[in-house]
């Protein structure tokens, strides 16, 4: 296998590392080159932060290993490579009634991104995050390959949401969802403010539920945008690929805070005021962005960073101080998140937690690493978390506490690595595993 000296970057592209990476076409020699050099492996690099770096050291770099292994047509439980896109896997199965019980916001995430993030999709409130819907994983490190389930206990609850630090996920058994179809049925409606959201969160009975605020709303436009409530259905799919692509980096005026604010009002307005519902194939409503290539590249040379928190249902105050703080700096890029999200989580480090998730992206700028610095020590005050995928500005100090079980991960984590040889950009940034040395 060839090693090469590579400088490669998350997708918000304000981080970067340079180091050598391999890329195994076949998990033989994954085997073999891991037995001699253990060391982190990425996917698509979808994470926005540094998550997926490893600064002067080695990756294995896990796209080419993409196949289905097997699938089972009685019980939806289908075995897949871990350098499978979810999208590609969820296009293949849900015309034949299957569908990966969770989506994230691209399908070019890979399964065992998915895996080592546990991500969240737009009906985490019905079905929870990712990682409780796979039933075995295979791990490598060093010359042992171990294949564990969820009734493995520690070392589990670690690789599920764990950023990848108790070996590589070289492959993994889902449990699919059966589907009607892959089309799904839409519909949007206009949301004259924070209020309104969290009230339309709570009446929402729909499966998929998403909402996308305008953040650069104040006063008594604070907190409005687009309420999207979606559920799969079958139909005749007659889209074609319109897919579009962001050839260079945009000029720095491109998302400047005029732009931005008469973008939002376009976009806010598009929506008719009475609402409307069409049928769309599942991938527009799952992911949006997927549909313009290289989208990052609207942000300029210089990248950009996510804030994303998640907070309690009761602190529901910190969300409206965050929109204020957010509308009031003119440094928001067009379109805001807003989730409610339900209690579901399935390792030590994941994200998920039961209230309200806001994602904003900040182009990479004087001041923007200054706020979202300050929007981390807000949702660190009213009992949050920070989504550790999408981050790559905060410092350790900020994130203490955020996870309550952090120290049993240390513990697995130590067990499974204690060279030290998984240790991303991250999670030396964050300190993550130091506590777990120390002690």
Not at 284 to 307: C, M, S, T, V
Not at 356 to 373: C, H, M, R, W
Request: charged fraction near 25%; hydrophobic fraction near 40%.
């Amino acid at each position: 296998m060839t090693w090469n000296k590579l400088t490669y970057a998350g997708w918000g592209r304000a981080r970067s590392a340079t180091g050598q990476v391999a890329r195994p076409e076949r998990q033989s020699s994954l085997l073999r080159e891991i037995a001699s050099f253990a060391a982190p492996a990425f996917g698509m690099r979808r994470s926005y932060g540094d998550v997926a770096l490893n600064d002067g050291g080695r990756a294995y770099d896990m796209t080419r290993l993409d196949r289905v292994l097997s699938f089972d047509a009685e019980t939806g439980v289908v075995e897949v490579e871990a350098g499978m896109p979810i999208g590609d896997l969820g296009r293949a199965f849900a015309a034949k009634g299957w569908i990966p019980p969770v989506m994230p916001g691209t399908g070019f995430a890979t399964v065992g991104g998915c895996i080592a993030n546990d991500v969240h999709g737009k009906n985490h409130h019905v079905k929870g995050s990712f990682g409780q819907h796979v039933t075995e994983i295979t791990l490598i490190h060093g010359a042992e390959i171990k294949t564990i389930t969820p009734k493995s206990g520690a070392i589990w609850k670690a690789t599920v949401g764990g950023l990848g630090q108790t070996g590589v996920i070289a492959k993994a058994k889902l449990q699919l969802m059966p589907c009607k179809g892959d089309m799904m049925v839409l519909t949007e409606r206009r949301i004259d403010s924070l209020d309104e959201f969290l009230a339309a969160f709570d009446e929402s009975k729909t499966d998929y539920t998403v909402g996308w605020i305008d953040a650069t709303a104040t006063g008594a436009h604070l907190g409005r945008g687009i309420l999207e409530e979606g559920e799969i259905t079958s139909g005749i799919n007659n889209s074609k690929d319109g897919a579009k692509a962001v050839p260079f980096n945009a000029p720095g005026w491109a998302l400047s805070a005029p732009v931005v604010r008469v973008f939002n009002e376009l976009y806010f307005r598009r929506v008719p005021a009475k609402g409307r519902t069409s049928v769309k194939p599942i991938t527009e409503p799952f992911f949006p962005l997927d549909a313009i290539h290289n989208w990052n590249r609207l942000y300029g040379k210089h990248g950009f960073n996510q804030f994303q928190c998640v907070v309690p249902p009761e602190r529901v105050d910190v969300l409206r101080l965050m929109l204020e703080k957010i509308g009031a700096s003119h440094l928001a890029s067009p379109l805001a998140v807003l989730k409610k999200m339900g209690d579901g989580r399935g390792g030590y480090m994941s994200f998920p937690m039961e209230g309200y998730t806001l994602a904003v992206d900040f182009p990479n700028k004087d001041g923007s690493q200054e706020l979202i610095k300050e929007l981390t020590d807000m949702t660190l005050d009213a009992g949050g978390r920070i989504y550790f995928a999408k981050d790559g500005v905060a410092e350790a100090t900020q994130i203490k506490g955020m996870y309550p079980e952090q120290d049993k991960w240390q513990r697995a984590v130590e067990k499974a690595d204690p060279q030290g040889a998984l240790v991303t950009d991250l999670v030396r940034r964050l300190n993550l595993r130091e506590s777990a040395k120390e002690s």
